[in-house]
């Protein structure tokens, strides 16, 4: 079945630093979604993209839809103490309602 | 606010008991979903409704019985669940009712305790 590699798992960095994280699929995707999830909370839709190539930004995160339709990138600049949280992708292939998730990637965020 | 609301947010409930979630979205979408949150492991998709109409059932056991009296509504009944179906359940709405590519948006999710 398809699955997502999401990396890396957790991080730990100084609040400003840049972070970068990615996901890989074993299959194509039309759709890769960004979410963030804080403890006790659902997740919270960041960016979606729809096309290879694409790079969208939302404040602070940039993303961006792999040209092999099978990767996409997370990267949040100048990090701040709030953006601690778990952070998954998903993605869905055409003729389907399915979601594929990652397992997410924990951000801690050092003041 | 996400427009996807689900009651109750905490829910503890003894094995022989009957329980019921409750998922509205105020999206005007057209799709709902069930999740499973387990720790440590990837969201695992339960159910899908597309107008009303369930459209995938991912291998989901008996005692998980979902229901969808119209496209802003959408239950999962639960009855002599075991402790390992404890776990956080999300539901979900995304505005198509085609195999096309749409976003999702998620309730708060009802934390599940099964003693």
């Known amino acids: 079945g398809q699955q997502l590699n999401q990396s890396p798992q957790s991080m730990f960095i100084q609040e400003g630093e840049d972070v970068s994280m990615n996901c890989t699929s074993s299959?194509?995707?039309?759709?890769w979604l960004w979410y963030k999830q804080d403890p006790g909370e659902g997740p919270v839709l960041l960016i979606a993209?729809?096309?290879?190539?694409e790079l969208t930004s939302n404040g602070r995160l940039t993303a961006q839809f792999g040209i092999t339709r099978k990767d996409s990138f997370l990267n949040i600049s100048a990090s701040i103490p709030s953006d601690v949280g778990i952070y998954f992708c998903?993605?869905?292939?055409?003729?389907?309602?399915?979601?594929?998730f990652g397992t997410g990637t924990r951000l801690k965020v050092l003041a | 606010e996400t427009g996807v609301t689900q009651t109750p947010r905490h829910l503890v409930m003894g094995m022989t008991n009957k329980k019921s979630l409750k998922c509205e979205q105020h999206?005007?979408?057209?799709?709902m979903y069930w999740y499973k949150q387990s720790a440590k492991k990837p969201l695992e998709l339960m159910f899908v409704?597309?107008?009303?109409?369930?459209?995938e059932n991912n291998s989901v056991p008996s005692r998980f019985s979902p229901e969808c009296p119209n496209s802003s509504h959408l239950f999962l009944h639960l009855h002599t669940l075991q402790p390992e179906d404890s776990a956080l359940y999300l539901c979900?709405?995304?505005?198509?009712?085609?195999?096309?590519?749409?976003?999702?948006?998620f309730g708060p999710g009802t934390r599940l305790l099964v003693l």
């Open positions: 409704y597309s107008l009303e109409e369930r459209v």
């Open positions: 999206l005007g979408h057209n799709a």
């Open positions: 993209l729809y096309k290879a190539g």
């Open positions: 299959s194509i995707f039309n759709t």
């Open positions: 998903a993605g869905q292939s055409s003729g389907t309602y399915k979601y594929i």
């Open positions: 979900a709405s995304s505005p198509s009712d085609s195999l096309s590519s749409e976003t999702q948006y």
